[in-house]
């Protein structure tokens, strides 16, 4: 397939969801946005209301879909979820908090935070492995689809694809600061990645 130039592709996170005290890991668990997600969500509408957005995909996740249809309103656009950017699998520790982790599985919470490019959790994935599943069909979306695309995922696919377009090492994607509904601004230029913007709020 042979790289092309296109139109900028948006790679932006969802809007807000809800905010658990102690903090929980979420993972894939099917959250909707909140009502000030929501608020996000339609604020970024006028930034793309003169931006003629060809495709918007999104993670099958409801607070992507949900941050998608707001954004595009009332315009007629397909909005296509594609599983490969669903939010990291995080098996079991999903809906947990650090402590409940730290009881259920001794040792493992510092066993990741040692390797977290390649630490897998239980029945989930790894840092690595969301590379490898949402790096290639986001590479493909970009090379066969004419821009400007909308892409609406998470932090962590995020974090995954902007560390690999820019080939840093995993171990330092929390780095990447990735607020709700930020933007960040992609160029693909004959087979050359650019970024543009990262974490990007109206």
């Not at 998608?68 to 079991?92: F, M, T």
């Not at 599985?105 to 040692?114: D, I, L, Q, T, V």
């Not at 969301?130 to 696919?157: C, D, I, K, Y």
């Not at 601004?185 to 970024?195: A, Q, R, S, T, V």
């Amino acid at each position: 397939m042979a790289a092309k130039k296109g139109g900028p592709i948006y790679l932006m996170r969802h809007g807000q969801i809800e905010q658990f005290q102690p903090r929980r890991f979420v993972g894939q668990l099917d959250l909707p946005l909140t009502d000030a997600g929501k608020i996000q969500a339609r604020d970024m509408r006028d930034f793309f209301k003169d931006i003629k957005l060809s495709r918007i995909f999104t993670s099958p996740l409801r607070r992507t879909v949900q941050t998608a249809e707001l954004v595009a309103g009332d315009r007629i656009i397909d909005i296509k979820p594609v599983p490969e950017l669903a939010e990291i699998n995080l098996g079991a520790w999903e809906g947990l908090t650090v402590a409940e982790v730290g009881k259920r599985f001794p040792g493992e919470y510092e066993k990741r935070g040692e390797d977290l490019a390649h630490y897998r959790t239980e029945g989930g994935e790894s840092f690595a492995d969301l590379a490898q599943r949402s790096l290639p069909v986001f590479t493909r979306l970009a090379m066969e689809n004419a821009g400007p695309l909308l892409v609406v995922a998470h932090a962590g696919v995020n974090r995954v694809l902007l560390a690999s377009l820019q080939q840093l090492p995993l171990k330092d994607l929390l780095l990447i600061p990735q607020d709700y509904c930020c933007l960040n601004i992609i160029n693909l230029d004959n087979g050359n990645w650019h970024i543009a913007a990262i974490n990007q709020r109206i």
